[in-house]
């Protein structure tokens, strides 16, 4: 499919996914009625601590075991139907590789138990910077070079859905920016990603949305913009501090903390709190957003979870 066929598209779907271990008292609800969307030309971040599900949701999604309730769906058809799973590539648990041959020979034996003659070996190398380490044997690999393998792996059959957990996993700065770049990239081409990342800042700057599960639950699913505008608040920065803090009394809440005022105000009312503090005899150095991060809200939101 081109890329304005793929853009948009339901790639896969989750309605009321549930799975149970176990039986009678001793059972345990691993994944509770979780449903989502994942549409190609986004990358889409699941998150949760550990123990939230999220490697069991994936199995899931992969058809690699079965769900207790619910359904999975991959570009409209069921997970059980071949021509669909197709179309997706994964990485998970790191992938697996024979120690004993290349990078390049292990991507071979993977093409043929896939059926194709695996032309696209030496781009996929290439795309995520392996080329030159294509001939070495796998067991000198660092984890972040394995890491980058699972990914060539994924992508060897062109897939329009890729499924990664944890794909940043022993990368250093410059490859964990490098995977950004690549992840994007696949969604430009119309590509759906779904990625599972402990790595809060780097799916804050990567996802278009995400999913936040705990306990086998769907908390919240949004877009990053959507999760980090929650409440309006601003940052005033200002000496003397109790002057300042004097002068917003009765007109708007605020707390004090690290050095300053987080006033909840919006935008709109900016010019008028600057008014506020100048006629009070305040030097004012600094009002703006006061936005929290992706690990705060994250949480914030599980730990509300457990109250």
């Known amino acids: 499919m081109s890329t304005s066929e793929l853009s948009g598209m339901p790639a896969l779907e989750l309605r009321a996914l549930g799975k149970t271990y176990g039986r009678g008292a001793g059972a345990k609800r691993a994944v509770d009625d979780v449903s989502l969307t994942v549409r190609g030309g986004e990358v889409y971040g699941f998150l949760g601590p550990n123990g939230a599900g999220k490697s069991t949701t994936i199995r899931m999604a992969l058809g690699l075991i079965r769900p207790s309730d ?41 093409a043929r138990t896939q059926g194709h003659d695996g032309a696209r070996i030496d781009a996929v190398l290439e795309r995520v910077e392996l080329s030159r380490d294509a001939k070495r044997k796998v067991k000198g690999y660092s984890t972040g070079m394995k890491q980058r393998l699972g990914v060539a792996a994924a992508l060897l059959d062109d897939p329009d859905l890729v499924i990664l957990d944890e794909p940043a996993n022993g990368l250093d700065a410059a490859g964990i920016q490098d995977m950004r770049t690549l992840l994007r990239g696949l969604a430009a081409e119309g590509k759906a990603v779904f990625l599972s990342s402990h790595l809060l800042h780097e799916v804050e700057q990567i996802c278009d949305r995400v999913a936040v599960v705990h306990k086998g639950k769907l908390l919240r ?3 990053i913009r959507e999760l980090l505008d929650q409440g309006e608040a601003l940052r005033v920065e200002a000496e003397p501090l109790d002057k300042a803090a004097a002068a917003l009394e009765g007109s708007w809440p605020f707390e ?13 009312e900016t010019p008028a709190i600057v008014r506020k503090l100048v006629e009070a005899g305040a030097d004012v150095f600094r009002v703006g957003p006061d936005e929290q991060s992706l690990e705060e809200i994250f949480l914030t939101m599980t730990r509300d979870s457990d109250a």
Not at 256 to 268: C, E, H, K, N, Y
């Open 70 to 110: 619910g359904e999975v769906s991959l570009f409209g058809r069921p997970v059980s139907d071949r021509t669909a799973l197709r179309r997706v590539g994964s990485l998970v648990d790191g992938g697996t590789f024979y120690p004993f041959l290349s990078g390049r020979d292990n991507l071979r034996v993977l």
């Open 221 to 223: 699913e949004a877009t």
């Open 256 to 268: 004090i903390a690290d050095g300053g005022l987080t006033v909840q105000a919006g935008r709109a």
